[in-house]
């Protein structure tokens, strides 16, 4: 995709967040405005920095990497971004993501019909085992802490 492209899904999928987030955590599309316009800028710096930096490093890797550094409690200003994105709720940012993966995957449907009757074994494979470890973990942390 050409990067003018990505910016314009980026907005897309920003305005569908800030209107689930509206609806699912009360918060309003003003208040919830500058976090979002916060998360767009990462994402748009980490892509260009995936693009214009050398070599293989994908670009979540520096959206990452500029997230962590301007949310840093001694970086100036962080106390702000993190007041600005607790506004914007996860489940807000996934749903969009989640429908545009789905889109995606649905127009390669004839490439998954070819892996056939297999990748549904090992979806539920992982599907059941990442239950089962998240479970099994949660029980001993919760264990560990005291509060079973």
């Known amino acids: 995709m050409k990067f003018t492209e990505v910016v314009a899904v980026l907005i897309i999928v920003a305005a569908m967040s800030l209107v689930g987030n509206m609806v ?77 993966a789905g889109l995606a995957l649905g127009k390669d449907l004839d490439l998954l019909k070819k892996t056939g009757w297999r990748i549904v074994v090992v979806s539920i494979v992982v599907f059941v085992g990442t239950y089962v470890c998240s479970a099994l973990i949660a029980q001993g942390v919760l264990g560990l802490t005291g509060q079973l």
Request: glycine share 14%.
């Open 24 to 100: 699912g955590s009360g918060n309003g599309i003003v208040e919830s405005l500058p976090g979002m316009v916060f998360l767009v800028g990462l994402c748009v710096a980490g892509i260009a920095l995936g693009k214009v930096i050398p070599g293989n490093i994908p670009s979540v890797a520096w959206i990452v990497l500029i997230g962590c550094i301007l949310t840093y409690p001694t970086f100036p200003g962080a106390e702000v971004f993190s007041g600005w994105v607790k506004k914007v709720n996860f489940l807000a940012l996934t749903t969009p993501i989640l429908a545009y």
